[in-house]
């Protein structure tokens, strides 16, 4: 499969915890993007990663890319209610790909 | 600043009718992405216009076509509609610049399609 992978699927944390969501693939990308979809909504676009680049912050986030092991990490740091959302990974190679997303609840 | 624009909100058909979904990207943007999401799933793409032209193509069904007019706008049109056909559909611009270069999307609100 050509699909960035994300684990985990599901992730439930207390508010002011950190959120981390990492995703995986298998072929070479140009970018990476992650992008937040509150349900039933369209997806918001979160940050960019370029394949030359490891790390890449805004705001409370903070993306990782390790393109020798094909990876991508996503750190939400002081984690608030709001940011209850899906997350997904998407890889951009010669098109995009949509990875399965991760489910993050934040509990007040 | 204006987003994606995307009509109907809501539309609901019966097996084997026609739907046309439309989509009007952000102003000056280039590119053109549509994706169906149906109920629990993550988004599938099923096609992308750069310029008016067709520049990729994913798992959209023989039954289904798409442009891109002289003014951007796009259409999504969907035939012999199936009740699986039920979902979410998103339309996405970006500002590409450059045929599949890989920029940020901007996602509308999508139309909801019901199959009875």
């Known amino acids: 499969s050509q699909q960035g992978e994300e684990d985990p699927q599901a992730l439930s944390i207390q508010e002011g915890e950190n959120a981390t969501m990492n995703c995986s693939y298998k072929?070479?990308?140009?970018?990476l993007q992650w992008y937040r979809q509150n349900s039933g909504r369209g997806l918001v676009h979160l940050i960019l990663?370029?394949?030359?680049?490891r790390e890449k912050h805004s705001g409370r986030l903070r993306v990782t890319l390790d393109t020798s092991k094909k990876s991508s990490s996503l750190l939400i740091t002081a984690s608030r209610a709001a940011d209850t959302a899906s997350y997904f990974c998407?890889?951009?190679?010669?098109?995009?790909?949509f990875g399965p997303g991760t489910r993050l609840s934040v509990l007040p | 600043a204006a987003g994606v624009i995307q009509s109907p909100r809501h539309l609901i058909k019966e097996k084997r009718e026609t739907a046309t979904l439309k989509c009007y990207p952000i102003?000056?943007?280039?590119?053109v992405y549509w994706y169906q999401q149906g109920p629990g799933q993550d988004p599938q793409f099923l096609i992308s216009?750069?310029?008016?032209?067709?520049?990729d193509k994913g798992s959209i069904p023989d039954r289904f076509s798409a442009q891109q007019f002289s003014d951007y706008h796009s259409e999504l049109n969907m035939s012999s509609l199936e009740l699986g056909d039920s979902a979410l559909y998103f339309c996405?611009?970006?500002?590409?610049?450059?045929?599949?270069?890989?920029?940020?999307?901007?996602f509308g609100d999508g139309t909801r399609l019901s199959i009875l």
């Open positions: 996405a611009s970006s500002l590409e610049r450059g045929r599949n270069s890989g920029q940020p999307q901007h």
């Open positions: 072929t070479s990308i140009n970018n």
């Open positions: 990663i370029r394949s030359n680049e």
């Open positions: 998407v890889r951009y190679g010669q098109n995009f790909v």
């Open positions: 102003p000056r943007h280039d590119t």
């Open positions: 216009f750069y310029e008016k032209m067709q520049s």
